[in-house]
């Protein structure tokens, strides 16, 4: 029976997960990151399903030939991961495996869906290759600002539209305080809002895996590749790992990370259906 795992009971899946995959998967093992982890043992798990706390998607993670898991997956989905998903108002299942062998089983277990797939691609910047440029130049009334808690709280009130960073953080992080003790970010703002955002969305070790999101209006103007690039030189600082993750269909995210000197480390593939 597959069945949900205490948050103190994470760390009994560690050995279930592929330490050269996705950084999200082990940010919510352990325990960094908001998530919640469902398994076929509560005692011993040998294969499980992480939904990701920003709602991002399902990991599958451990033995992808456990028959009995597999079996039930469908029937758990319809009986728990449905009402739980129209809850928060989610209407897609996206599933990904830990590890390529997982590739063929979901294939198999959903292909009464109409599932669908995309290919993913993850980049990393290493300060070994430290080939990052310098801070471009931004288009005047503009400005790059690190996301402080003092920008957070908006302690002198000039920010107008705060909600957007505060939305942001919350989408990934339990706290904010959990993101400022491990966390990093930048944005831009112009004329008192902020119009672009990036910052650690997971984080495990000294990796940072990037989100950034600009505001449709302010787009156009290379404001993610201006705090992108600020973004990758506060890890060079402080000699940590960023870490890119986008749909390879995704041609301007891919330009951006290929254009600041990220370097492709490896692709996965991630599948779809909708939750009727």
């Given amino acids: 029976m597959i069945s949900e795992l205490k948050k103190d009971d994470y760390y009994k899946c560690s050995e279930l997960l592929n330490r050269n995959g996705q950084i999200e998967a082990i940010a ?41 898991f597999n079996g039930e997956l469908n029937n758990f989905i319809d009986s728990v991961i449905i009402p739980e998903a129209k809850k928060v108002g989610l209407n897609w299942f996206e599933g990904i495996g830990n590890h390529e062998k997982w590739y063929k089983i979901i294939s198999s277990i959903f292909k009464h869906r109409e599932l669908g797939s995309w290919n993913q691609r993850v980049y990393k910047f290493l300060k070994e290759n430290d080939d990052c440029k310098d801070l471009r130049e931004i288009e005047q009334g503009y400005k790059v600002v ?15 539209n705060i909600d957007f960073l505060h939305d942001k953080i919350s989408e990934f992080w339990s706290t904010p305080e959990d993101f400022f003790h491990v966390g990093i ?59 890119w993750d986008c749909m390879e269909s995704n041609k301007p995210s891919i330009a951006v990370a290929e254009k600041i000197g990220f370097h492709h480390v490896f692709n996965y593939v991630g599948y779809d259906f909708k939750l009727a």
């Fill in 28 to 68: 919510v093992i352990e325990g960094v990151n908001p998530g919640r982890v469902f398994v076929d043992n509560l005692d011993l798990p040998s294969s499980g399903l992480i939904w990701l706390g920003n709602n991002d998607g399902f990991i599958f993670i451990g033995d992808e030939a456990n028959e009995a």
């Fill in 146 to 160: 690190k996301i402080s808690e003092a920008l957070f709280y908006n302690v002198d009130n000039t920010i107008h």
């Fill in 185 to 243: 970010g930048y944005c831009v703002v112009y004329q008192k809002e902020i119009v672009s955002i990036c910052f650690s969305g997971f984080v495990i070790e000294n990796t940072h895996c990037i989100d950034i999101e600009t505001l449709p209006r302010h787009q156009g103007k290379k404001l993610a590749q201006n705090i992108a690039e600020a973004f990758v030189q506060d890890c060079i600082k402080n000699n940590d790992i960023a870490y």
